[in-house]
């Protein structure tokens, strides 16, 4: 009776464990945010199971029947469509209610994009705050100004076309010297970083259309 956590390649395909095909050669069933990527990683891996919708429209009501065949002893896994399930993905609610009947919960290192991100980036990483995806409008301001004073550093997501208003907002809120580092598609083809201040990265991002996935990194307030 247990639900494994099992992270999945956020780019490149060999960015998966030893460990984590095991588990999924092993469980009864696979939990997944798209059955549709989760099934193209375990074909790629000639890992044949069965995978179920598990995502942030329908977690609230499949939850008790999730629990159930857990209950039941099935093992099951739960993965998101890239990364660490739980990390700005579904699987908070799951993991809290199964912590709450005492089924056993087990996290597997792996990939998330924000490690990388964050160690690449060239700013401390001894000490830093974690947010995830940025609000879309209500509370963005608030926010960023509470980055502002902090003096650890800062990683969170941003989509492409909020990008460059978002670091117009922080130039106005932080000032344009700022530093930060942009990581851009980790583990891609296309994967690049940029590292400069808030001014230059408005300059640098408003050239043309802005597409991929992103990961700031913006250093902490200085004495």
Do not use: W
């Not at 597409?211 to 250093?219: I, N, S």
């Amino acid at each position: 009776m247990k639900l494994y956590l099992v992270p999945t390649p956020i780019g490149n395909l060999e960015d998966i464990t030893l460990r984590a095909l095991n588990v999924l050669q092993m469980v009864d069933l696979v939990l997944c945010e798209d059955t549709r990527t989760t099934r193209n990683l375990l074909n790629h891996y000639e890992i044949d199971k069965r995978c179920v919708a598990y995502h942030i429209f329908n977690e609230h009501e499949r939850m008790d029947s999730f629990i159930a065949q857990i209950q039941a002893n099935e093992s099951v896994a739960l993965v998101s469509d890239a990364g660490t399930p739980g990390i700005s993905d579904p699987g908070f609610l799951l993991v809290r209610e199964c912590v709450a009947r005492g089924i056993e919960v087990e996290c597997l290192p792996g990939a998330t994009a924000l490690v990388p991100a964050l160690v690449q980036s060239g700013l401390p990483c001894d000490r830093f705050f974690f947010y995830g995806f940025l609000p879309h409008k209500k509370g963005k301001e608030t926010l960023l100004r509470r980055f502002a004073e902090m003096e650890e550093t800062v990683a969170f997501y941003e989509s492409p076309h909020r990008l460059v208003k978002s670091l117009e907002k922080m130039v106005e809120i932080m000032g344009p010297d700022r530093q930060i580092a942009i990581s851009k598609e980790i583990s891609k083809i296309h994967a690049f970083t940029f590292r400069g201040t808030l001014a230059e990265a408005v300059a640098y991002f408003s050239q043309g259309e802005v597409k991929g996935e992103f990961v700031l990194v913006l250093a902490g307030k200085q004495d």
